[in-house]
Structure formats: structure tokens, C-alpha cells
């Protein structure tokens, strides 16, 4: 334990009780008709002696990249911070509110994404309000849930089928908060259903909210998950099996809780921003030439995480990994907006729904071969730095 950390973290229901249209499939072709659970904001204040860190983890598939920055902004506000050191982290259900404007994929609320403004706001100023001592472990773990959904035989690299997870614990040994972090996409609903959800990660992250009790949050970081669906018979089939995969990783995630391993004096809780561009094969609509990525350094005591904005597939995530030598590191996605799927050369090669007819929904031109290699090289340069 160490005065010269500090954590706190808040949660806030941010389900709507007006009508909304879900988002993340074209085939419904209604609004939503009720609510199967309820989705959260959450967010953890990291302080170190420098501005604050702020993690905050919302229910929803994704965002604008204007969206974020509005959210960033006010969430640096109420921590005392400065934007750059803020991540807007979302879990990818496909069973939230319309936030991201896709095509054919229901009818954005601007309603809702104005109550995330102030739901950030409220959260973020609550958790900075409970700042506290707090020790920071980490731990790993083995959690087969995902399979990669374009027939390459499973995972591209076993190790990096894992559970990540960092603890924050106060004197007493509470547990403050804690940020877990895997690759799989929140779609064990499917299309079919019409009601409000957080799918398997929003449900995991309150089933183990609820066995720490105490006001403990838990909070989730979606990985690169972009080819990456739940494994066969748990995806686009309805509660039942958004349950049974929730229990998955609430089960994986109780040996964290139990592994997790103090941070060996390293406290420190530090960020930094930067801006990759991708280069897009003819201009968009209205001009536009490149696909901006916003990448993130972020280091909190014993996790070392780099986010990502956009859909990226899994094996950038293991390719920034490798090309940092550390496999510990975290590779997050879904954060700070997004612009669509980034895929790797071989993808393009094959050709398909993420490379390129995902492109109509998302409203943009397909990026140039060499974009992944580009993305890796520059998130991993970010953190050698």
C-alpha cells in the first residue's frame, strides 16, 4: 500500500426510459421493446501526483470520434485533467441505444448520447470524490469464449486467448475497482432481440459487482475483436446463452481476484495520446482521405494498456504485442471513437463483410492495403517511447 496512489470509481445506470432504436444489425427493423438488463457508465480515477488517469466504460457499441472527444473533455473537467490523459472506452454491445450513426442500424438518439454527456459527467465526478490509498495487482488468465468468425480455425495465437485483469484495492483490502480486458464481440443476443442489454460483458461486469459488494466497480476494456465472435452456441441466439457466457467470464475473472499479484512498488498511473492516419484507397464523400485513429499509452502500476479507436481485428492486437516484446501488454478497442472496422492484409485479400461492405454502414471508403502494419507499428512505437 502506498499513499502516493490514489483510486476511486463510480457506476451509473444509464438505461433509457424512452423509446430508442438498438443498434449494431441491419436486420431490425424496429425499436427497442423493453429491457432485458440494465446498461451502466462506469469509471475509475487513477491519481499519482500527476493528473489524474480517468478510465470510463460505457454499455454501448461505439462512438463518433466527436462524441468521444465532447466525453473526454467533460470527464477531464471533473477530474482535474487534461483530455489526452482520459480513455472513453466502449464495450461493443449490439444491444444498446443507438450511439454511432451506421446505416440501416437503427436511428441514432442524439437524446441518449446527450444523457452520456451528463452520465459521464455525474460518474467521473463521483469516483473523483472517493479518490482513496489504493494498491494496484494484476493477474491473467485462460478464458475460451471467443472464436475468430471468418473460418481461420479458432485464435490466431493461443496465448493471447486471455483474460487481463487489474485490482485496485483500498487499507482494508476492498476491492475500489477493478478493469478486465478480452477479445470478444458482445453479440450473443443477436439480431432477433429488441431489447436493452449490455450482452455478456455488461452482465458479467454487474454479476461480480454484486458478489464483491461493498461498492465495488468492475469495469470492461473490449480487445480486438473485430473478426472475433462468441464461440457456436453462444452467439446471436438470445438470454440464455448471453447468461451462460457471462458466467464464463465471471468464473475467469474470480481467479484474477485470487491470483492477482501485488504491483512491486510501481504505482505510477500516467497516459498519453496520439493520432495515427490510415490511408483510405479514393477520398470519402466529403473529402476526407485518411481514417484517424486515436491511440493511447496507458500505464496503471502493474497494467500496461494501449487502446485503440475503431473495429480492429485480433491479430493487430497480437502483432502490437509481439512487436513490443512484452506479451503482458493490454490491447483495448472501441475507445475514444471510432470511423469502422481496420482489418489486416489478409482480410483485404479475402475480401468479406469487415473489409469491405462494412464500409456502406460505416459510411466510408475502404483503407489501403498495409493500414494494420501501419497501426501496429505506431501503437507499439507509443509504447516503446
Known amino acids: 500500500m ?3 496512489l490514489r483510486v476511486g470509481a463510480a457506476c451509473v445506470n444509464i438505461t433509457p ?10 436486420s431490425r427493423t424496429g425499436p427497442s421493446d423493453g429491457v432485458l438488463d440494465h446498461i451502466h457508465a462506469r469509471a475509475a480515477v487513477f491519481e499519482s ?7 470510463v466504460s460505457l454499455d454501448v457499441m461505439d462512438l463518433t470520434r466527436a462524441d468521444a472527444d465532447r466525453l473526454r473533455q467533460v470527464a477531464a473537467g471533473q477530474a482535474g485533467t487534461l483530455a489526452d490523459r482520459v480513455c472513453i472506452a466502449c464495450t461493443h454491445t449490439h444491444s444498446a441505444p443507438a450511439a454511432y450513426p451506421l446505416k440501416e442500424c437503427g436511428e441514432r438518439s442524439q437524446r441518449f448520447v446527450d444523457d452520456l454527456v451528463e452520465n459521464v459527467r455525474g460518474v467521473v ?3 473523483s470524490g472517493r479518490l482513496a490509498p489504493a494498491r494496484l495487482a494484476a493477474a491473467t488468465t485462460e478464458l475460451r469464449l471467443g472464436l475468430n468468425r471468418r473460418g481461420h480455425g479458432g485464435r490466431i495465437d493461443a496465448e493471447d486467448d486471455t483474460l487481463r485483469g487489474l485490482v485496485a484495492t483500498d487499507r482494508t483490502g476492498r476491492c475500489i475497482c477493478a478493469i478486465l480486458n478480452y477479445a470478444c464481440h458482445a453479440v450473443c443476443l443477436g439480431g432477433g432481440n429488441l431489447k436493452i442489454s449490455g450482452d455478456w460483458p455488461g452482465i458479467a461486469c454487474s454479476q461480480l459487482e454484486g458478489l464483491l459488494g461493498s461498492g465495488a466497480v468492475v469495469m470492461f476494456m473490449q480487445g480486438c475483436c473485430g473478426d472475433i465472435n462468441p464461440v457456436p452456441g453462444l452467439s446471436g441466439l438470445g438470454p440464455d446463452e448471453a447468461t451462460q457466457a457471462a458466467q464464463m467470464a465471471v468464473v475467469a475473472a474470480k481467479t484474477i481476484f485470487r491470483d492477482a499479484g501485488p504491483s512491486a512498488g510501481d504505482a505510477r498511473a500516467v497516459a498519453e495520446s496520439a493520432t495515427v492516419l490510415l490511408p483510405y484507397v ?4 466529403h473529402g476526407e482521405t485518411d481514417m484517424p485513429v486515436c491511440l493511447q499509452h496507458i500505464t496503471l502500476g502493474p497494467a500496461e494498456i494501449v487502446t485503440l479507436s475503431g473495429e480492429v ?4 492486437g497480437c502483432d502490437i504485442r509481439r512487436r513490443t516484446g512484452r506479451k503482458d ?10 470511423f469502422g472496422y481496420v482489418p489486416t492484409d489478409q482480410a483485404m485479400i479475402e475480401g468479406g463483410y469487415e473489409p469491405d461492405s462494412s464500409n456502406y454502414y460505416y459510411g466510408r471508403p475502404a483503407l489501403q492495403p498495409g493500414s494494420a502494419e501501419l497501426l501496429a507499428g505506431a501503437a507499439a512505437g507509443l509504447v516503446k517511447t
Open 2 to 4: 502506498t499513499d502516493d
Open 17 to 26: 426510459d424512452y423509446d430508442v432504436h438498438l443498434t449494431g444489425f441491419a
Open 49 to 55: 501526483g500527476g493528473p489524474p488517469v480517468v478510465i
Open 125 to 127: 465526478r463521483e469516483g
Open 282 to 285: 479514393e477520398p470519402g464523400e
Open 313 to 316: 481485428f485480433f491479430g493487430i
Open 329 to 338: 501488454v493490454w490491447v483495448a478497442a472501441y475507445c475514444n471513437g471510432s
